[in-house]
């Protein structure tokens, strides 16, 4: 009896980032694993689009500080042609309003670029089966962000009946 290997799809990912060392380096990275495929890389996001136009990638790394088109004009122009292309914001800023901005137009991960290299390509294999992510640094940022409040648990449960609907048995 022979034994089949589960054939694993190798996936196709586009790279937009203006500094040439950072794309080579994402690149290289990404390339060492043989289950993903960098596919087109480009240094604007007008041309970005085209490369994905062509390319059809699984996942995108959209830089957001790009010149001329920024990353979260992309993002908006690529969601409309292309709902299923995941998109990975990828920057080095952490700033609250910019978190929002880019999970706001589309992308479906938010990722600083001093990521380990194995865990980018973790995350890319996992955006691209639909999980949402964001860099545990800027989660962090957000949830200090959240009013505080001295009622740390859950609100009491109401004992009486005062004020209360009565449920049907269906209900």
Known sequence: MAILEEKTEVLKVVIIEDFKLTRVGLRCALNTNEDINVVGECEDAIEGLKV???????VVLMDL?????????ATL?????????????LTSHDREEEVVAALSSGANAYCLKDIDPQK???????VSKGVCW??????QL?????????NVGFLPCKTSSEGMVPLTERE
């Open 142 to 150: 957000a949830l200090n962000s959240l009013p505080k409040s001295d």
């Open 120 to 126: 980018l390509a973790d995350v890319v294999r996992d």
């Open 52 to 58: 994905i136009e062509r390319t059809r990638p699984n």
């Open 134 to 139: 964001i860099d545990p640094v800027v989660a």
């Open 65 to 73: 500080g790009l010149p001329g088109m920024n990353g979260i004009e």
């Open 77 to 89: 122009k690529l969601r409309e042609t292309y709902k299923d292309i995941k998109i990975i914001a």
